[in-house]
Nanobody, 126 residues
Framework: DVQLVESGGGLVQVVGSLRLSCAAS????????IGWFRQVPGKEREGVVC????????HYSDSVKGRFTISRDDDKNTVYLQINSLKPEDTAVYYC???????????????????WGQGTQVTVSS
């Protein structure tokens, strides 16, 4: 079975940092693209970053570019999301998800992703 498990969330102060992890199993990890999304109650899920399988090309939303860094360790079947300079508006549940193929134009569409983790809460306090 495909499984994605997020970890690393928590309560941090503004301008602090966090590293989220997404541990995957049940599929050939390095063949697939992994995205991170976030959602707050009452709002649509937002795609924030994605890393492609194979060459590891990253895609970032404008709202996080320069503060978020995605990386993947195919030996550990894990994707990492380093978040720096946290802002209160980064508060959300963060989900990772697996996709067979995304492009530069489609990576942020949640409909592209087949499997999702359970999410990890990130709360930024001011």
């Amino acid at each position: 079975d495909v499984q994605l498990v997020e970890s690393g969330g928590g309560l941090v102060q503004v301008v602090g940092s966090l590293r989220l992890s997404c541990a995957a199993s049940g599929f050939i990890f390095d063949d697939y693209d992994i995205g991170w999304f976030r959602q707050v109650p009452g709002k649509e899920r937002e795609g924030v970053v994605c890393v492609e399988g194979g060459d590891g090309s990253p895609h970032y939303s404008d709202s996080v570019k320069g503060r978020f860094t995605i990386s993947r360790d195919d030996d550990k079947n894990t994707v990492y999301l380093q978040i720096n300079s946290l802002k209160p508006e980064d508060t959300a549940v963060y989900y990772c998800a697996e996709a067979s193929f995304v492009s530069d134009h489609s990576w942020s569409g949640d409909w592209k992703y087949n499997y999702w983790g359970q999410g990890t809460q990130v709360t930024v306090s001011s």
